[in-house]
């Protein structure tokens, strides 16, 4: 029994450093974890904008909508015009913003056209 104790120790002894030679195996970066570049921030902030300027085209044209209904009903003359000239605001504030949101919708195509290439 000694002897294959023995046998054991020798060939323990004898393949350690052969294991321990070996390198530890190096785990695959992980893309999850992978930080943002540059790029896809700019493109990601630009395509955020555009989300915002579109949710506010809805509220102002729900808003131009309500003023319109308002200016059908009104009763006297005064009311009538102040109601005029809220909804020429709000129809000139919908046009700057469908005109901000174009500009945006531009922006938001080049900071994202080279994420769309493939690269080469």
């Known amino acids: 029994m000694a002897r294959l104790e023995r046998m ?3 060939i323990a002894i004898g393949t350690a450093p052969m294991v321990l030679a070996q390198p530890a195996p ?3 970066p992980s893309t999850t974890n992978a930080k943002p570049t540059s790029d896809e921030k700019r493109c990601k902030a630009s395509r955020r904008r555009v989300e915002r ?3 506010v085209i809805a509220e102002a044209q729900s ?3 309500r003023e319109k209904k308002a200016r059908e009903t009104c009763k ?3 009311a009538c015009d102040s109601l005029d000239r ?3 605001a709000s129809q000139v504030r919908s046009e700057r913003h469908a005109k901000q949101l174009a500009q945006f919708e ?3 195509d080049k900071a994202c056209a080279s994420l769309k290439r493939p690269p080469g």
């Open 106 to 108: 531009s922006e938001a």
């Open 8 to 10: 054991l120790v020798i």
């Open 76 to 78: 006297s003359r005064r």
């Open 26 to 28: 190096v785990p695959a």
């Open 53 to 55: 300027q579109q949710e």
């Open 86 to 88: 809220a909804l020429k």
């Open 63 to 65: 808003r131009v909508d």
